[in-house]
């Protein structure tokens, strides 16, 4: 649902945007479905941005997280235990067996 969702906002401001055109050109006319389009626009319009903006946010929280962990990358902890382990390290033998 996240790569879809840009895709979604911009489909609809773009499609609310054909509706307000649709809305202003019968506008004139005495009966007409001017309210209804530029309804429609409105909702459209108000989706498309909400939908782009919640993915602008979660991107920018994302970015944020990696950044933070970034910063912890310089200063490894564990270096320490970075050595060569031996392969006398590793065949130990516990008691009354053989490794």
Do not use: H
């Not at 919640?54 to 910063?71: N, P």
């Not at 310089?74 to 009354?96: R, S």
């Amino acid at each position: 649902m996240k790569k879809i969702r840009p895709i979604l906002g911009i489909s609809l401001l773009v499609q609310s945007v054909t509706f307000f055109v649709l809305c202003l050109l019968n506008l004139e006319k005495k009966k007409s479905l001017a309210k209804c389009f530029g309804i429609f626009g409105a909702l459209g319009g108000i989706a498309g941005t909400w939908l782009l903006v919640s993915e602008y946010k979660s991107r920018k929280a994302l970015q944020d997280d990696e950044d933070y962990f970034e910063e912890f990358d310089e200063y490894d902890e564990f270096d320490e235990f970075d050595d060569e382990i031996t392969e006398d390290e590793i065949n130990c033998a516990f008691e009354g067996g053989e490794a």
